[in-house]
């Protein structure tokens, strides 16, 4: 069973840039057929998928976020990353890793961590 650990600063300034991390145990994020997704909880809202990593490097974000995300890997560590540039408040939410593959979408999820975007 593969775990996910969200790591991360609880607070950033607005215009600052978000870097969140995921580590992953327990499995390969180069292993064929799974994809590493993030997503985000706004407070009161519903999930939102950012976007993912393939097992092969390939990024995919959803089209009807703006465009200052951006996800990238470190097979070294076994880590992918998110970053956000010019955040600002409306992207305070928690934020979760999450694997998925053709039996299992979204399978597993870390436990998230929260974000909050102020001054």
């Known amino acids: 069973q593969v775990q996910l650990q969200e790591s991360g600063p609880g607070l950033v300034k607005p215009s600052q840039t978000l870097s969140l991390t995921c580590t992953v145990s327990g499995g390969s994020i180069t292993t064929n057929g799974v994809y590493w997704s993030w997503i985000r909880q706004p407070p009161g809202k519903g999930l939102e998928w950012i976007g993912n990593?393939?097992?092969?490097?390939?990024?995919g974000y959803n089209p009807s976020l703006k465009s200052q995300f951006a996800i990238s890997r470190d097979t070294a560590k076994n880590q992918f990353t998110l970053q956000l540039r010019s955040v600002t408040p409306e992207d305070t939410a928690v934020y979760f890793c999450?694997?998925?593959?053709?039996?299992?979408?979204?399978?597993?999820w870390g436990q998230g961590t929260q974000v909050t975007v102020s001054l």
């Open positions: 990593i393939a097992y092969s490097g390939s990024t």
């Open positions: 999450a694997s998925s593959d053709s039996r299992w979408p979204f399978g597993s």
